[in-house]
């Protein structure tokens, strides 16, 4: 008997994976390119606004040795430092003032507005200036600051509650569209349900029960904007489960769960993530609209929903508040709806343009 | 038709009971109640909780949640809202029925003013594709579309009502319009409605714009609109005849679908304006805990949103004969 000759398998040419080719669409759309990059400016802001604005020098020379506390204030501020990072003896008084004490002469690397978001003055609703960009609120505090340090609540609004809406969504939805029969009716009851509700009552009803901070809005937020992933989510299982992978996965023996989360799943990924992308451009709306209503962030932790509050309660004496609060949520909204838009096209080429 | 008419109101029952259910419970469970709130004020902490537990009673409040929406459904069986828990003790439905028409006329007149308008630019810039008009419109709608309208309302109120003084922004009437003439009622009334309606309408015009335009575009695309110009049709019939009136379809259905989403949507921009409709309505009410007319709005809205989706859905056979119901 000869062996039998084993011929080495031959590796099958690699065709470019699915999420190469959209992100190669998405990065030939220009528009959503603008999106993306308005998008990233808001996570550097939101990282380093320590280091774009407080009261304290980025490096400095005091009394003959070096400090940082502003690159300090950058760990503190996203609590991911341990907790023995702190600021240096005298930064970490709340007396020190380091505008006044700190030697002009020697070296100090200040931040772009050297002003803290809470740091109050005697300087209401002053008009933009050298001294204050973009004025001053009724309280004294800096516009500029506070709008940078908002920044954080209008990113991680859009991003945490769409990461519930979009378990939520995801889980219900598949179920509903593997199963089919009687879980879809209920799924899809219960979809119209919260369809149903008209969605910002729902959200006030909630907001005035819990206590309003961050933290609520954001689950408040994930746990009513869910319908619209659940639906898409839905729709691509049911289109993917007769498809021949599955049928033959089926035929392997693998479990369902597996069947759904590995082999389904990863293919009707794209079309969620449009729905997710507009839905964080709903979410930053709807936080500023809960805090301009009082029941989002509360003061004095700012946020562009406040700012803008603040802004609509001096309107006859300080004009300047208006603006900015109003440009960055356009701007932050806009720059969703035309990445959503760049990814819907990016992933089915026959959509585009479509409303 | 009427077989499927049925068929969907009874499927509507489970869903405005747990829409009903969810509401009772989230408020219900929520902290404080309205008894609470209007003892607050009392000094005397003997004489407040005395009034406090009168109160309870008074409201029933005393009784268990369970039995409370018992009771709460049995008098929606009758149509009957019950008394508010303001302090002003209305019955529910007084207080909804003079908040109605405000909401409405505002839903409606955006609803009109936003087809009429976008509808013509629709078909236009769809007829001229990639014309500088096209081009144009696009680019302004798209813009218009992604400024959320509270934040176009606020620097408007700044520009138009505070800085150049030309409309109020304030309510639906003047303090002073009971000494008005008839005209000056109408011209009081016009100042008052422009504002909280060009907010209102600009993002739904925008969104209909494009919608119509898109769809034009599909329809333009399809064989029998070749054949029609193949057989000589002038451009404007083949537009207005063959391609319009198939593209209407969509468009039907989107204002069943956004209708309720203007009348839910309303709440921000009707406390700002301090306009007397349903959302500062229910603002007002969930501030106080007066939980029979929160029940008594979750409900309307909610019946609103499934007459439109059902109207919606029972427009189609009208505007397009090939799809029917059994």
């Not at chain 1, 508040?321 to 909204?333: D, G, N, T």
């Not at chain 1, 969703?336 to 990016?346: E, T």
């Not at chain 2, 329809?219 to 391609?243: F, N, S």
């Amino acid at each position: 008997m000869t062996e039998p000759t084993i011929t080495q398998p031959q590796a099958p040419v690699r065709s470019e994976g699915y999420w190469r080719t959209v992100w190669r669409n998405v990065r030939r759309n220009r528009r959503g390119m603008a999106g993306l990059i308005v998008i990233g400016l808001m996570l550097a802001v939101w990282i380093f606004s320590p280091l774009l604005a407080t009261n304290q020098p980025i490096v400095c020379r005091y009394e003959g040795r070096w400090y940082f506390p502003a690159v300090v204030e950058v760990f503190q501020a996203r609590r991911t430092g341990p907790q023995w990072i702190n600021k240096a003896r005298p930064f970490n008084l709340p007396q020190f003032d380091a505008k006044e004490q700190l030697d002009p002469d020697d070296f100090a690397i200040w931040p772009l507005i050297r002003w803290h978001e809470y740091e109050q003055s005697s300087d209401f609703l002053q008009p933009p200036s050298s001294r204050h960009w973009l004025g001053t609120d009724e309280l004294g505090r800096d516009v500029a600051a506070r709008m940078i340090h908002g920044t954080a609540v209008s990113v991680k609004v859009g991003f945490v509650s769409m990461g519930i809406a979009a378990l939520i969504g995801i889980v219900l939805g598949g179920l509903a569209g593997y199963w089919g029969g009687f879980v879809d009716m209920v799924i899809s009851r219960i979809i119209e349900i919260v369809i149903c509700f008209p969605v910002f009552f729902l959200i006030l009803a909630i907001m005035v029960w819990l206590e309003p901070n961050i933290l609520n809005v954001m689950i408040v937020i994930g746990l009513t904007r869910w319908t619209g992933i659940a639906r898409y989510t839905r729709g691509e299982f049911m289109r993917i489960k007769g498809q021949d992978y599955v049928v033959a996965a089926h035929c392997l023996g693998i479990g369902h769960g597996r069947i759904m989360f590995r082999h389904i799943l990863p293919n009707a990924l794209a079309p969620v993530l449009v729905s997710i992308t507009f839905g964080i451009a709903n979410a930053v709306l709807v936080e500023a609209g809960l805090s301009w209503l009082g029941f989002g962030v509360q003061s004095p932790d700012p946020s562009w929903g406040n700012i803008l509050r603040t802004a609509y309660d001096s309107l006859n004496v300080a004009p300047h508040l208006v603006y900015p609060p109003c440009i960055a949520i356009f701007l932050a909204v806009l720059a969703y709806n035309l990445l959503g838009d760049a990814l819907r096209d990016a992933i089915d080429p026959r959509l585009r343009g479509t409303t | 038709m009427l077989g499927y008419i049925i068929r969907r109101l009874l499927l509507a029952i489970p869903t405005l009971l747990g829409i009903t259910v969810v509401t009772f419970c989230v408020i219900n469970l929520a902290p404080g109640d309205p008894a609470e709130l209007q003892t607050q004020g009392i000094m005397d902490s003997k004489v407040s909780i005395r009034v406090y537990e009168d109160l309870r009673q008074y409201y029933g409040l005393d009784e268990p949640v369970l039995k409370r929406y018992g009771q709460w459904l049995g008098r929606l069986a009758r149509l009957d809202f019950g008394p508010s828990m303001s302090t002003d003790r209305r019955p529910v439905w007084d207080k909804i029925r003079e908040r109605l028409w405000p909401t409405m006329s505002l839903a409606l007149l955006s609803l009109g003013i936003s087809l009429a308008v976008a509808i013509p630019i629709g078909i236009y810039s769809a007829a001229r594709q990639n014309r500088w008009f096209d081009t144009v419109s696009s680019t302004v709608l798209y813009a218009l579309y992604s400024i959320p309208s509270y934040v176009m309302a606020v620097p408007l109120i700044l520009l138009v009502a505070i800085q150049w003084n030309w409309l109020p922004f304030q309510g639906m009437k003047s303090d002073d319009y009971a000494q008005l003439t008839a005209l000056g009622k109408m011209a009081d009334l016009v100042k008052h409605y422009t504002l909280i309606t060009f907010c209102f309408t600009y993002g739904a015009l925008a969104y209909y714009a494009r919608f119509v335009r898109q769809n034009m575009l599909e329809v333009l695309r399809q064989d029998y609109v070749r054949t029609a110009r193949a057989k000589g049709l002038t451009e404007r019939h083949v537009i207005m005849r063959h391609g319009f009136r198939n593209a209407l379809v969509p468009v039907m259905t989107l204002c069943g679908l956004l209708l309720p989403a203007i009348i839910g949507g309303s709440v921000i921009l009707e406390v700002m304006f301090n306009w007397p409709g349903m959302g500062r309505l229910f603002f007002e009410s969930m501030m106080s805990r007066d939980y029979p007319t929160i029940m008594a709005l979750t409900f309307i809205t909610a019946c609103l949103v499934l007459l439109g989706t059902l109207l919606a859905d029972l427009s189609y056979p009208l505007v397009d004969p090939r799809i029917a119901y059994d």
